[in-house]
């Protein structure tokens, strides 16, 4: 018989605001402490909202990208010979973000505005990647959709393994755009499904993960988790604004359990993509009982962007390694920010303390503007 061929996550590493690597974040999460503070990075003065989850030193994007890049393949065991012909999937934004940080010194690598596919090249070529590149600039849905694709390309037997990066450090640009667009929490919390909820917060984010075949085991690699499963749909109803009934994210998570071959109740935990935000966490809480039915109000639900901030084309990559850290550990991060229920959003929301769990498989789930929605279903044991 042949084996079937699945998606594991081997090596993995991260940069949040929580910290720098991958039990940094598993760490904080669980701490359920915000990483909110005064923004130094650029310019407030102007803003209505002056704070966001940023890591205290940190280098160009670029730079730090190359960094993770290293890491994850180091924790998946690659040494350079192995990294050839590997694939990179890019996840950025498609702007000046990519120059955020401090100003690279002369020689040092892309500078402000460098095109997303420029730096993926670069990128590839400075961590030893000679296979193809792909970046992928589609807002907050970035990262989640190239984990998809590799993964895709992992089962159907195209290639053995890909590396996905994704990043976005807090910048002046977007910071403004979504404090003019009254986005963001001015009282300086993200409150995911609660009452009160006033909005989200940005955060800084920088991944890596390694995805590949069983290949990482005959290396004696122990995978961090597999993705079994994985939707994408879309629902175009608003530019900004979510479909109320959460139809659209209702068929990504479908199609996630579909192609795992598993049951609604086979779902142990949802990182869900819940920003804070009125209507868009109510339209999530409708798409998880849309899908899930009646365990759609049973799971258990945090949304972790309550603690390290929404790193837009970054989020992805950062919820699924924390979802992936939590369910290996067996205890489930906190929804921090907590004021009390919302009648709009009935779900079992983990509170106060981590939640012990035996579950072996948990959705991490994605939105963004223009009706984009993406679900990952990921395994361990």
């Keep these: 018989?042949?084996?079937?061929?699945?998606?594991?996550?081997?090596?993995?590493?991260?940069?949040?605001?929580?910290?720098?690597?991958?039990?940094?974040?598993l760490?904080?999460?669980?701490?359920?402490?915000?990483?909110?503070g005064p923004v130094?990075?650029?310019?407030t003065a102007a803003r209505r909202v002056t704070v966001a989850a940023t890591v205290p030193e940190v280098g160009t994007l670029p730079d730090e990208l190359a960094a993770a890049i290293d890491a994850a393949c180091r924790a998946a065991g690659l040494?350079?010979?192995?990294r050839t012909g590997c694939a990179l999937l890019l996840a950025v934004h498609g702007g000046p973000a990519l120059g955020a940080g401090p100003a690279p010194a002369a020689g040092a690598g892309p500078a402000l505005g460098t095109a997303p596919a420029v730096l993926a090249g670069q990128l590839a070529a400075r961590c030893g990647l000679s296979g193809h590149t792909?970046?992928?600039t589609s807002a907050c849905v970035s990262a989640s959709t190239a984990v998809a694709d590799a993964a895709a390309q992992i089962t159907r037997g195209d290639v053995e393994r890909v590396v996905v990066a994704a990043g976005y450090l807090v910048e002046s640009d977007q910071f403004?755009?979504?404090?003019?667009?009254?986005?963001?929490?001015?009282?300086?919390?993200?409150?995911?499904?609660?009452?009160g909820r006033r909005g989200l917060l940005l955060g800084d984010g920088v991944v890596a993960v390694v995805l590949e075949s069983s290949t990482g085991r005959r290396r004696g690699?122990?995978?961090?988790?597999?993705?079994v499963g994985w939707g994408r749909a879309g629902d175009a109803f608003h530019p900004c604004q979510p479909e109320p009934g959460g139809t659209g994210l209702a068929r990504a998570v479908d199609a996630a359990l579909r192609r795992a071959g598993l049951p609604p109740e086979a779902v142990g935990y949802v990182n869900a993509n819940a920003t804070g935000t009125a209507q868009s966490d109510a339209a999530e809480a409708a798409a998880l009982r849309r899908a899930l039915g009646g365990h759609g109000t049973r799971v258990a639900v945090s949304s972790t962007k309550s603690v390290h901030g929404h790193a837009l084309e970054a989020s992805g990559l950062l919820e699924l390694v924390v979802t992936a850290l939590a369910l290996r550990h067996g205890e489930l991060p906190v929804n921090a920010g907590w004021l009390g229920p919302d009648d709009s959003c009935p779900l079992n929301v983990v509170k106060d303390q981590p939640q012990k769990t035996t579950a072996t498989h948990a959705l991490t789930l994605n939105a963004a503007f223009g009706g984009a929605n993406t679900a990952l279903l990921v395994g361990v044991g």
């Design 1 to 25: 018989m042949v084996e079937a061929r699945v998606a594991q996550l081997t090596g993995v590493y991260a940069v949040s605001a929580l910290g720098r690597g991958a039990d940094a974040q």
């Design 40 to 43: 130094s990075r650029f310019d």
């Design 176 to 195: 403004a755009l979504f404090d003019a667009g009254r986005a963001l929490a001015v009282d300086g919390a993200v409150r995911p499904f609660s009452a």
């Design 221 to 227: 690699v122990d995978p961090v988790a597999t993705v």
């Design 134 to 136: 792909r970046v992928y």
């Design 79 to 82: 040494d350079r010979a192995q």
């Design 27 to 36: 760490a904080g999460a669980l701490a359920g402490v915000p990483a909110f």
